[in-house]
């Protein structure tokens, strides 16, 4: 099977990545993820409420990691507009939403992220932010992040891919892990993850390579022993999350010859519970332009949601409620073994 990478950027267009999904789920003797859905009586799969909106607001971002399901980097141009962020805002006032999750990219260099988040916090609603940790000291303009963060009682979710430099520099880029650790202790300083503090710092874990993430209680404990131990960090939760077959990961198990076989453990190890929990059932996700989808991962390979608003301007709570989830062969990644999301396992 051939690279995906192209001229541009390195990973090819959506729709192809699509057709690769789909032409090996047929040529290929594992059952197709719809087949699993209806054989455990999930197909088809439907919303079970509305409890976060996650907000891509661009793909710019100051790293450009290995496994990234956005295709983000130094020379994206992707940036949310005030505009739409305002349309957000309108829907939130408008809704009982309770969580908003900000990505990116490094959500950090929209110029707009830190009125969007103030924004959102008179709204009373919580936020999560999804903070690569290196943006915090990439550049002195972002060093007073913690405190920004600190003052708007904001959630911070940072990947971590493990607890050495080795491994996460091999993933994220020369220098990662100690930027990483400078920036887990400025966190530290000003609160997160301290006990009793109320300001919570999780963590994630994505496996560096064709595997599947380890349990992710053990994973969690190795974390918390060793980054106190050796750098007197300390963080509330981690979350293990399993690496979607697409993007930039699609294309590194495409290039090494290993698509099959993670296809082929993915599907094997299947679990309803874990497609009960799924995201996408209790989330919309809206793309950096506007427009709407039912998780992160539909969003990067442009499967359109399947209800009338398409858009954030059109929101409909009730139509919303009354979709058909999309679904693709790549969805076996957050349903196999303990299930997968954006906050870690789900069953």
Request: proline share 6%; net charge neutral; hydrophobic share 40%.
């Amino acid at each position: 099977m051939k690279s995906l990478k192209a001229s541009g950027h390195p990973f090819a267009h959506a729709a192809t990545q699509i057709e690769l999904l789909e032409k090996q789920a047929a040529t290929q003797p594992r059952p197709t993820f719809r087949s699993k859905l209806q054989s455990a009586d999930l197909f088809p799969l439907r919303p079970a409420g509305l409890d976060v909106l996650q907000i891509n607001v661009g793909k710019m971002c100051n790293q450009v990691c290995k496994h990234c399901h956005v295709d983000a980097g130094p020379d994206r141009k992707e940036i949310m507009t005030r505009e739409t962020m305002q349309h957000c805002l309108d829907v939130l006032a408008k809704t009982t939403i309770p969580t908003v999750d900000l990505t990116g990219g490094a959500p950090e260099m929209n110029p707009d992220f830190r009125w969007f988040v103030e924004e959102i916090r008179k709204l009373g609603r919580h936020v999560m932010v999804r903070c690569n940790l290196t943006i915090i000291v990439a550049n002195p303009k972002y060093n007073d992040l913690p405190d920004f963060f600190r003052q708007h009682q904001v959630d911070v979710v940072s990947s971590l891919p493990f607890y050495n430099a080795d491994k996460t520099d091999r993933q994220r880029g020369q220098g990662v892990f100690q930027d990483s650790v400078k920036a887990l202790r400025l966190l530290n300083a000003v609160g997160y993850g301290q006990p009793g503090s109320g300001l919570t710092l999780n963590l994630v874990y994505n496996p560096a390579g064709a595997f599947m993430p380890g349990p992710q209680a053990s994973l969690e404990q190795q974390f918390k022993r060793v980054l106190l131990s050796e750098f007197e960090i300390v963080f509330n939760s981690l979350f293990a999350i399993t690496n979607i077959p697409i993007s930039r990961y699609l294309d590194y198990l495409v290039a090494s010859g290993n698509y099959d076989n993670y296809m082929d453990k993915l599907v094997t190890a299947f679990n309803p519970a874990a497609a009960t929990g799924a995201m996408c059932r209790t989330m919309i996700s809206v793309g950096w332009d506007g427009q709407l989808y039912d998780c992160d991962f539909n969003q990067m390979l442009d499967m359109p949601l399947r209800a009338p608003g398409r858009h954030i301007r059109d929101f409909n709570a009730d139509e919303l409620m009354q979709r058909t989830i999309a679904v693709n062969e790549h969805c076996f990644g957050c349903t196999a073994g303990a299930g997968s999301s954006c906050g870690g396992t789900t069953a």
